[in-house]
């Protein structure tokens, strides 16, 4: 059962996000190197397409395309960003629509930067559990993890360890292990489903897709 169990990780495929069919077909094995430009890998894949646009938008694209390290948002995380808009809007004007198109340039410029930071942060160089806080280049910080999960409980002999890129709530960090019952004190923590991907330019690690793009709550 164990060597079942490893082999179904090892082939585990590229960008399964949970919600909507898309994000649960399975691409296949990936390869590390994507040979082109960040940014010119966002727009050649289905699933990251709506991330190269608001790039665009915001006039990002040299920034993302910089000798540092992506972690991206995929098409799901901005649809739930979209969405909780939409639903704030709705409060107010129940016949109000909000698209992607309808992302303020200013609100993408001001945060888009939180997912860039200017240095190569690659999986074998993530200090384990508590990891480490990094400056992304819009000056918010963001902890880095690499962490040990607890699942498949004890048909592993090794415990796999998933990336995880969490945003601070308040004032102060929460202890990375920490339990916080209270969710909108806790700091908002993403696991990334596929990394170490190397573009001409930088590193990529794509986030999940419960993830919402800019952390963005309502209200």
């Known amino acids: 059962m164990k060597k079942i169990l490893i082999i179904g990780l090892a082939l585990l495929g590229f960008y399964a996000c949970e919600g909507g069919d898309d994000y649960l077909v399975d691409g296949g094995l990936s390869q590390q190197e994507v040979g082109m430009s960040t940014v010119d890998f966002f727009r050649s894949h289905s699933q990251l397409d709506t991330l190269a646009l608001i790039i665009e938008r915001a006039g990002m694209e040299d920034v993302f395309n910089g000798q540092n390290t992506v ?76 962490e ?42 993403t696991v990334v489903k596929t990394s170490n991907l190397i573009s001409t330019n930088g590193v990529i690690h794509v986030l999940q897709g419960g993830h919402t793009l800019f952390n963005y709550e309502r209200d």
């Open 71 to 146: 972690f991206a948002p995929n098409n799901m995380a901005i649809q739930n960003y979209v969405n909780k808009r939409l639903t704030d809007i709705r409060e107010t004007d129940p016949t109000a629509e909000f698209t992607v198109n309808d992302i303020e340039v200013d609100t993408l410029t001001k945060y888009l930067g939180g997912y860039v930071f200017d240095e190569s942060i690659k999986r074998e160089n993530m200090v384990k559990e508590q990891g480490v806080i990094y400056t992304a280049v819009n000056g918010e910080e963001r902890r880095i993890s690499l």
């Open 148 to 189: 040990p999960s607890g699942d498949y409980g004890n048909q592993l002999e090794s415990k796999p360890e998933y990336v995880y890129y969490t945003a601070m709530v308040g004032a102060d960090w929460d202890e990375w292990n920490a339990t916080v019952n209270n969710s909108d004190e806790r700091d908002k923590k």
